[in-house]
Structures are given as structure tokens and as C-alpha cells.
């Protein structure tokens, strides 16, 4: 899915306050690269999870790359599939 999907959602305005929460991150103390695997690098994806579960800013980075279709890597430990499906689930246009 692209950013500009039908699913586009609003992001934050560009303020200092508004990225506070990743000062906080505890993914700030590992390498990026073990949150963005290749194809033959699921056990990556897994190790990320698990750092992710005991981050106090989870919630935020989550959300945040739902809204910014973040399209690689774990997130709020979610994978790329994982959050395109929380977007459709949660934020589909509703038929009424
Ligand atoms: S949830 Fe995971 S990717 Fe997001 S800030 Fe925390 S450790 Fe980093």
C-alpha cells in the first residue's frame, strides 16, 4: 500500500514535541538494522519483537507508523503486513 492509499490517515504536525516519545525508545539502544530484516531474516523480525514488547513508547511508535504507512521494518513490534492489517481493520472507511 502506498502513502497515498485510501487508508491515508493524518499524521502529527512536524513539532519537537511530537517525536519526544522516541527519546525514550528502547530501541535506541540497539542497531537499527536488527528491526529491518531481509527475506531470509525472520528470526530478525522475531529478536525485534521481543524487544519491542517491553518499550514504554509502544503504543506511540505504533501508532505513528500506522498513520505514516511505514512500508519496511518492525514497529511498535509490528511487521509491514501486521500494521497494513491494523490499518484495514481499524481505520477502513465504514459502510453504512
Ligand atoms: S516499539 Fe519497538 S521500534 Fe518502536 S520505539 Fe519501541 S523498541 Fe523501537
Not at 12 to 17: F, H, K, L, N
Not at 34 to 51: C, G, N, P, Q, V
Amino acid at each position: 500500500m502506498s502513502r497515498g492509499s485510501v487508508y491515508a490517515l493524518q499524521l502529527p504536525a512536524p513539532r519537537a514535541e511530537t517525536w519526544a516519545w522516541q527519546m525514550h525508545a528502547t530501541c535506541r539502544a540497539y542497531d537499527v538494522n536488527d528491526f529491518y530484516e531481509t527475506s531470509h531474516e525472520s528470526r530478525k523480525s522475531l529478536a525485534a519483537k521481543r524487544i519491542c514488547a517491553s518499550c514504554p513508547v509502544l503504543t506511540h511508535c505504533r501508532d505513528y507508523a500506522v498513520a505514516a504507512n511505514e512500508p519496511h521494518g518492525i514497529w511498535g513490534g509490528m511487521t509491514p503486513h501486521e500494521r497494513a492489517r491494523y490499518r484495514w481493520l481499524h481505520y477502513r472507511p465504514k459502510r453504512t
